[in-house]
């Protein structure tokens, strides 16, 4: 196909999508970004020539090719209607309530402008946000030079502060990366260059003996490390919620199970968007949408990327055996580098659990977090070897989720080249929640440059940047559990036995700032039902704390929002009958 | 800080036979209860055919509890209730509790601690069930509590997946309120439950039972869509190609429980696993000096009977270590595991005055016209006959042994075909 004549750009890639993928595919200029069209057999092709159509001097590219036969469904959208929203103007729409979105709206309440954050989930922090490990990387992953890199590092760097603003448990527990004497000296001069280049501080190679000593209870199968103190561990979710409702306490407006479903622009320029619950007029839009970005810049006519979701599935182990880890570890496989992703480890959690993976997987569904044996036990053969004492039998549970990547893999953080008031927030896969913070400075000061175009913009005079969390009576002392106790009894009347939540800590989520009453949201701010008994025992519990403290019937409480009732009818003799565990 | 000579943690038939044997003989004696009320997982337990060893009646599990209740309150034994121990620290030779309730953290000393927390259910990561996570798939237990006790249906047309008793018990409940049972599905090749739940709660209901089949994947984004079926091979691995699609909105399992250990870890008791519940010797001892298990956090059993029964023992054991502190000498007891799933005690205090030994085993397999024999070096201490043995059904024995004959020579447990 590349014959003699000079062919243009197109037509050179064009060539080699025939050449390497298939025939049925078509490509073409679509403003300053490829467009791919066609039916292709399998996913496989659909990933491959969108690779292939990567990086050609293309601002991005907008990957359409269907396989044969395969429908994928459409977006997933609460069933409620409603008027709730109808015909109000906003200065600022936040379209995601992901760590980013929430993060960008924290930031944004220090202005004089009104911020309305809508979610199309029954919580925040229901997709990426809470599907992965918590690890605030360090930034030597990305390469030198990208968005990635710039906003991982400085992201890093601001979490002692923002954890501490908001009150989230957050540590610099380091990470370690084992290698063997072929990664030893084939990596390491990469490494150290790629640390420099990106800013990355503290790197330190160990010995044998003393990465023994930080972690006693790793096997033997190593010669050395590289640790990476700067890295951290938070807990994903209660982040998110924290940069939340630290912006809904300086008057941003969260509205959750509202969902964007078409924008209307005119003259490149948005004027209302509208969802289930009515029309917004914002002055401005941000799109936080995560693995959705690529569908509401499609809204906005300003596609010029593609979401491919890069699904991920790790696995919870007892606290029981928290014990034998103390940080981050992995090892990478050899033959790794291009899959997109580390590869994974083992991680200590914020919380004391030991979590396994993640593992890499690309496939076509954003919102399938289903989970099947081949993926699990693969994780199970990777990466129980590193410790030992771990075995199958401490698994209490495991999940997956997607990465919102694109093909260029890298962040976009940027305001729209064609629509006048809309900012992208997208593309945001791993580093996302450790890039989050430095995230959203940026994208605040795009904010306000738009706006002030349209509007004064004035900072507000008291904008707190403090955030009380919930007490976690079982990490007080006992002095400070007793005093906390004594104000208020029923942080004494213990609920979750495994996690020892007690009935108070799940009545504050209740009245939290943003109010929530499903179980799954009560669990990623409390964590009743997070432990090894999964919530056997505390659901009725918990079920009947919502009743009397949301003002719900137990017929109306869910799992997670939707149509996921705990329970489907009465008994025979009819429910309601009196239960008193509490 | 308040002493007591023993302390009992559970107030389930364990805890509250325990916490009266205890009395009885002579110890001041406490019991704590993280629920509101006494009587442990009795109370969601409204079928009948408890006690037909203790009082010889059919109660209901609530009716069986209730008489133990009655019992401990008679005799003033007190009992903490929605009392919370976050942990227990040994300082010489008391035990201290730190424990927590409405009224805050208060430290409980003890001489002797009871362990009678119970168990927990396997769910269904634990079993390895993939696809999604949808509402609407439920332990036995979690199901059984929103019918019986907060009167709400958790599902209109389920599956079971496990023979164990509760799903047994469950199936015919949620039939009678009016829910549909599409079937049992059990891994293995033969039923967990016990028989006489397999024929009053499923045949006399026409709920089917199948054998060798499982769960494979759930479906279903915010309720259960359905699940798919797979039979298995004899190592019970899912075979391709026999995937099954059926259409429900609840998956309720019963399959397997776990005595509920973490306090006994803490307090470094090492673990049987073969029970997953501690060691012990016939009084019900741990390894640990001065710290006592008993009822399904011991092991798990089938009948409530035996598990008050433990707690009695153990509860009396208790008592007298605590009026005066003995040192043991612990002869294990061999069991070959091929044959057995497990014996309780594992272990016999050869310096004890106590040379009557009640123990609890399952065969592995169900094997017929066998004999258990147990011996110490040569001498027979217990011969019994049975036509059949099967694993769901727990065979319980007593013996007595000689002292000085025992002396260094373990015990051990034969089967035997005749």
């Known amino acids: ?151 991982n590092v400085q992201g890093n760097k601001l979490y002692s502060k923002v954890a501490k603003e908001l009150d989230v448990s957050f540590e610099r527990c380091g990470n370690i990366v084992l290698y063997d004497a072929w990664y030893g000296k084939i990596i390491s001069p990469v490494l150290k260059l790629r640390a420099r280049l990106n800013g990355v501080e503290g790197m330190k190679y160990l010995s044998k003996r003393e990465t023994k000593e930080l972690e006693p209870y790793i096997y033997d199968d190593f010669i050395g490390s590289v640790i990476f103190p700067t890295t951290g561990i938070v807990s994903p979710y209660k982040m998110t919620i924290a940069f939340a409702e630290n912006a809904v ?63 991920g599935h790790i696995l919870i182990l007892d606290k029981k055996k928290g014990q034998f880890l103390n940080s981050i570890v992995s090892k ?77 893999e890298d962040f976009i953080i940027e305001k729209s080249e064609y629509v006048k008031n809309l900012i992208h927030a997208a593309g945001i896969q791993s580093p996302g929640l450790a890039s989050a913070p430095a995230i959203a400075l940026d994208i605040e000061k795009m904010a306000v440059e738009v706006l002030s175009t349209m509007m004064e913009v004035k900072p507000k005079e008291k904008w707190n940047p403090y955030r009380k969390g919930i007490p976690e009576l079982f990490k007080m002392s006992e002095k400070e559990r007793n005093e906390y106790i004594k104000k208020r009894p029923d942080y004494g009347i213990i609920i979750c036995r495994c996690e020892e939540i007690s009935k108070g800590e799940i009545v504050d989520a209740i009245n939290s700032p943003i109010p929530v009453n499903s179980l799954d949201a009560i669990k990623r701010r409390v964590r009743p039902g997070m432990g090894r008994c999964q919530g056997a025992f505390c659901t009725p519990s918990v079920a009947k704390i919502i009743e009397e403290n949301a003002n719900k019937n137990i017929l109306e409480i869910t799992k997670k929002g939707g149509e996921s009732y705990l329970v489907v009818e009465e008994t025979k003799k009819g429910g309601g009958a009196q239960f008193g565990i509490l | 800080m308040e002493f007591y000579d023993v302390v009992v943690l559970g107030a389930g038939p364990a805890g509250l036979a325990a916490g009266l044997s205890s009395y009885e003989e002579g110890a001041n004696t406490l019991i704590i209860e ?8 009795l109370k969601q337990c409204i079928h009948d055919g408890f006690g037909l060893v203790e ?53 409980v000393g003890a ?17 390895g069930i993939h696809g999604t996570r949808p509402s609407g798939v439920m332990t036995a237990g979690l199901a059984q509590y929103f019918v019986n006790i907060m009167g709400y249906l958790p599902c209109k047309k389920c599956i079971i997946l496990g023979s164990g008793d509760i799903g047994l018990i469950m199936a015919r409940r949620l039939t009678l309120e009016g829910a549909k049972v599409l079937g049992v599905y059990e891994v293995k090749n033969s039923p967990s439950g016990l028989t006489r739940n397999i024929v009053q709660c499923l045949n006399d209901f026409s709920i089917p039972l199948y054998l060798s089949k499982t769960i494979t994947k759930i479906s279903g984004d915010d309720r259960v869509e359905g699940v798919e079926i797979c039979d298995v091979d004899e190592n019970m691995k899912p075979i391709k190609g026999t995937e099954k699609f059926i259409e429900c909105d609840g998956v309720i399992l019963s399959v397997g429980l776990i005595p509920e250990n973490e306090i006994a870890e803490s307090l470094n008791v090492e673990i049987d696993n073969a029970t997953k519940g501690p060691y012990v010797d016939q009084n019900f001892m741990t390894k640990v000096d001065g710290i006592f298990s008993c009822g399904n956090a011991l092991h798990v059993n089938d009948l409530v009977d035996y598990v008050t029964e433990s707690g009695r023992l153990a509860g009396k054991s208790a008592a007298k270590y605590a009026s005066s502190k003995y040192k043991r000498a612990l002869n294990p007891i061999e069991i070959p595991l091929n044959k057995f799933l497990y014996a309780v005690p594992q272990y016999i205090d050869i310096n004890s005055d106590n040379n009557k030994v009640v123990m609890y085993l399952r065969s592995r397999d169900i094997v ?3 004999k258990v024999i147990i011996k110490s070096r040569n001498e027979i201490l217990y011969e019994k006959r049975y036509t059949h043995l099967n694993p769901p059904e727990m065979e319980r024995i007593v013996f007595d042994f000689n002292r000085s004959s025992l002396n260094d020579y373990s015990i051990k447990i034969l089967m035997q075909e005749g």
Not at chain 1, 261 to 268: A, G, H
Not at chain 1, 373 to 388: A, T, V
Not at chain 2, 34 to 41: L, M, N, Q, S
């Open chain 2, 111 to 127: 001489k002797a601690i009871i362990l009678a927390n119970g168990c927990r259910e396997r769910t269904s990561k634990q079993i």
């Open chain 1, 249 to 311: 306490l300086n008057g941003a407006e969260v509205s959750l199970n509202t969902a964007a479903l078409s924008i209307k622009c005119e003259d490149r320029k948005i004027i209302y968007v509208d969802t289930n619950r009515g029309r917004i007029f914002p002055k401005i839009v941000i799109n936080a949408a995560g693995v959705h970005a690529d569908e509401i810049a499609e809204m906005a006519d300003d596609r010029f990327f593609t979401i491919h979701p890069r699904k």
């Open chain 1, 332 to 408: 990478p496989a050899i033959n790794q580098s291009k899959s997109g992703t580390k590869g994974g480890g083992v991680t200590k959690t914020i919380d004391g659990n030991i979590l396994v993976g993640p593992d890499a997987v690309e496939q076509p569904f954003k919102e399938d977090y289903s989970t099947n044996k081949e993926n699990i036990d693969n994780i199970i053969n990777k990466h129980f070897p590193i410790l030992p004492l771990i075995s199958p039998s401490d698994i209490i549970t495991y999940f997956s989720g997607n990465r919102a990547a694109t093909y260029e």
């Open chain 1, 1 to 151: 196909m590349n014959g003699g004549a000079v062919l243009g750009r197109i037509e050179k890639i064009q060539g080699e999508i025939i050449n390497s993928v298939s025939k049925n595919i078509f490509c073409a200029e679509k403003r300053n970004s490829i467009l791919l069209e066609g039916e292709v057999e399998t996913y496989e092709e659909v990933i491959k020539a969108g690779k292939l159509a990567t990086n050609r001097g293309y601002k991005g590219v907008i990957n359409n090719i269907k396989v044969k036969g395969l429908t994928l469904p459409s977006r997933k959208h609460p069933k409620l209607i409603d008027n709730k929203l109808e015909r109000k103007k906003v200065d600022v729409l936040i379209i995601g309530g992901g760590v980013i979105g929430s993060a960008i709206a924290r930031e944004l309440s220090k202005w004089e402008i009104s911020i309305l954050l809508i979610d199309k989930e029954d919580d925040l922090a229901v997709h990426a946000s809470s599907r992965n490990n918590g690890m605030i990387h360090p930034g030597i992953d990305p390469n030198p030079k990208t968005k990635k890199a710039y906003y």
């Open chain 2, 55 to 107: 009082f010889k009646e059919r109660l209901t599990g609530p009716e069986y509890a209730e008489r133990f209740i009655k019992m401990v309150r008679n005799k003033k034994i007190p009992i903490l209730t929605s009392t919370f121990v976050t942990s227990i620290k040994k300082e010489e030779e008391i035990f201290i509790l730190s424990v927590v309730s409405k009224d805050g953290i208060i430290k």
């Open chain 2, 368 to 370: 017929k016209n066998v």
């Open chain 2, 34 to 41: 993280r629920e509101k009320y006494p009587g442990g997982i």
